[in-house]
């Protein structure tokens, strides 16, 4: 059964910057994809950036300030930010998609809006709070 477990996570104050990890266990293959998700207080669930070997997508909005990569020996995807605010305060999820059937969806990244279970990313971890104070 497929794993995916984050952590990095924690309490910064603006301006600085937080490095997320995700480890996933368990696959017998290479997940086609693999992605960082965060969800804030009332609000819907959002796209950060995913990696697969089609290349890597941003969100528009936080792509000057978030970097996604892998080390695909050990199956660990890291997500870099900087330049935090009060704004990016959220749960930060770790997401992978195994399925054959969607590895073409890869390529364009999530579907929206993100709801765990439809469309692509298939194992999601529990979550991990980045807190950002002023």
């Known amino acids: 059964q497929v794993q995916v477990r984050e952590s990095g996570g924690g309490s910064v104050q603006t301006g600085e910057s937080l490095r997320l990890s995700c480890v996933v266990s368990?696959?017998?293959?290479?997940?086609?994809?693999m992605g960082w998700f965060r969800q804030a207080p009332g609000k819907r669930r959002e796209g950060v950036a995913s990696?697969?070997?089609?290349?890597?997508v941003y969100d528009d909005t936080l792509k000057t300030r978030v970097t996604i990569s892998q080390e695909n020996a050990e199956n660990i995807l890291y997500l870099q930010m900087n330049g935090l605010n009060p704004e990016d305060t959220a749960m930060y999820y770790c997401?992978?998609?195994?399925?054959?059937?969607?590895?073409?969806?890869?390529?364009?990244?999530?579907?929206?809006?993100?709801?765990?279970?439809?469309?692509?990313?298939?194992?999601w971890g529990q979550g991990i709070q980045v807190t950002v104070s002023s």
């Open positions: 990696i697969s070997t089609f290349g890597t």
């Open positions: 997401a992978v998609e195994t399925r054959f059937l969607y590895r073409s969806t890869c390529a364009q990244g999530w579907s929206t809006p993100v709801v765990p279970g439809q469309g692509p990313f298939n194992t």
């Open positions: 368990g696959s017998r293959n290479k997940p086609y994809c």
